[in-house]
């Protein structure tokens, strides 16, 4: 049975609703009543419901992710909403599309639904009564392209299901709320719009920008801070003590379970909307003082009109982060500076009065040390095998800098592939006999081919030759598959 079929299964008839009156008992019901869903760590988009301000309350609108709309002044029944049969078969569907490592239980995402449907009624009596208890998540450290390493917290399936299911309730709570400056981990938002609105900005004459980083944000969110802006939107005291749960569960490194007292771990579902949560207070800040600014998840450019006036608002912002959400400024990588000199999510742009945008050489230099490693792999691999393997990775980073200016940096980057995969083939010809006679097979004259077989140059060498150029054209390597990027990136920017 597959994974999509065993979703469907443990979806039964629609569900009794539940009285609303909190002394009723509550009728037991078994997951093929409650359902369970389909989505999981990336949020789906969700329809977005204006803020309301009626009455003096801060409370948004909220819009159930089944399609039945409930507003509520006073929160306290979204548990309910996490439980319901369509949200759960929402989560589901996401958990078991993105896949992902198991975490420190090891159960794999194929052994969730018959889980699930062993272990509902226990769960979600669970979930209803307060009482369900997050496991540690398991500790995987990546390295950053910087240097250094990155921690990530991979929570179980199981608490991944049911991360994303709280999601899906609160992203309608929050998101309508947040700042329209803010673009990370949000429906209908994207990098792309964050940089394009940061070129806009210095169009407009704010040719200085405050470059800020949060030193260590996701290990460094204090709870009770975090908690305290939660709880303005979300008065579901079963709720709340489950996100708290999630956030104090620990980090299983090694078989030994560290205590987390701070931070939110990178790697669940939930943690993206929390950092939103605790962060859209500077934004707020920020839009109180008429600032232009772009902020995606804890990265935040400021773009002013002078360096004076960069310096004053990084001092005010240091002081604003640390009074009022105890979070430090990392004062090594936080930069007052000139915007083309800086690098926002991966693109910098020209100094011109009509700024373009581009490509960093720092990243170049990291496409290419990932590509290198996919080549060495591949030296006793067949030609086809290896452009499928990196094809994915070139069609992604070209993807990614579609809003960039970047012709030549593009060709530059065919000619530098090409000439790694005639290194490829010249390693695996081996013998001269063999590239003498793949050379005349290719089309080079005999006399040229048996010249250069034997010339005792490395491959690198001979891989920039005339003769190999000449044997093993462009169009060849077409032929056999090679995403030709700068073809890609023109498809990308002129859509038919």
């Known amino acids: 049975m597959d ?24 009728p037991r019901t078994s997951m093929n009543e409650a359902g369970a869903g389909n989505t999981a760590e990336k949020p789906e988009p969700v329809r977005k419901v204006v803020a309301g301000s009626g009455g003096g309350t801060e409370q948004a609108r909220q819009t159930f992710t089944a399609g039945t709309e409930v507003a509520s002044e006073e929160t306290t029944t979204l548990m309910e909403q996490v439980v319901g049969r369509e949200n759960l078969r929402r989560a589901l569907k996401r958990v078991l599309a993105n896949k992902g490592a198991p975490g420190a239980d090891a159960m794999s995402v194929e052994e969730l639904a018959p889980h699930l449907k062993a272990n509902w009624t226990r769960l979600r009596e669970e979930l209803l009564s307060g009482t369900y208890q997050p496991m540690p998540v398991r500790a995987v450290d990546i390295p950053k392209p910087g240097g250094g ?54 169009e407009d004459g704010l040719r200085w920008v405050v470059d800020l980083d949060v030193e260590k944000f996701f290990d460094r969110v204090n709870h009770d801070v975090l908690m305290s802006r939660v709880a303005r ?72 009109r002078s360096r004076a006036a960069g310096e004053r608002v990084m001092a005010s ?71 499928g393997e990196i094809t994915p990775v070139t069609r992604g980073w070209v993807g990614y800098y579609r809003l960039a200016q970047a012709k030549n940096i593009l060709e530059d980057m065919d000619a530098w592939l090409r000439r790694r995969m005639r290194c490829l083939l010249w390693r695996q010809w081996k013998r001269p006999r063999t590239r003498f006679k793949k050379m005349v097979q290719l089309g080079l004259e005999r006399e040229r081919a048996k010249e250069s077989a ?17 044997s093993i054209t462009a169009q060849w390597f077409s032929n056999q598959g090679l995403l030709n990027l700068l073809d890609q990136h023109r498809r990308l920017q002129c859509p038919t």
């Open 233 to 304: 939107r979300v008065k579901d005291k079963r709720l709340l003590k489950l996100i708290r749960r999630f956030l104090e569960a620990g980090m299983m490194r090694q078989g030994v379970v560290e205590a987390h007292g701070e931070g939110t771990p990178q790697g669940g579902p939930l943690s993206p909307l929390l950092s939103n949560v605790l962060l859209d207070e500077l934004d707020k800040e920020l839009e109180r003082r008429g600032h232009r600014f772009c902020r995606y998840a804890d990265d935040c450019n400021v773009y002013v």
């Open 149 to 202: 390493v990155r921690t990530l917290g991979i929570p179980t399936v199981l608490d991944r299901f049911i991360q994303q299911a709280v999601l899906q309730v609160l992203t309608p709570v929050f998101d309508p709320a947040f700042s329209e400056n803010s673009f990370g981990y949000r429906p209908g938002r994207s990098a792309h719009q964050a940089v394009t609105a940061g070129r806009k900005h210095v």
């Open 317 to 387: 912002l240091e002081k604003f982060l640390a009074d009022r959400l105890r979070l430090k400024v990392n004062r090594n990588k936080s930069v007052v500076g000139r915007p083309w000199k800086r690098i926002f999510l991966g693109y910098s742009m020209t100094s011109g009065q009509n700024p373009k945008l581009r490509i960093p050489l720092e990243s170049v230099q990291r496409i290419k040390g990932t590509l290198k490693q996919l080549f060495r792999k591949g030296r006793g691999r067949s030609l086809a095998r290896v452009i």
């Open 3 to 26: 994974e999509q079929k065993s979703a469907e299964g443990i979806v039964a008839p629609p569900m009794e609703r539940r009285p609303e009156h909190e002394g009723k008992k509550r």
């Open 454 to 470: 034997g010339n005792g140059r490395g491959p690198w060498w001979n891989a920039g030759a005339s003769h190999m150029n000449v």
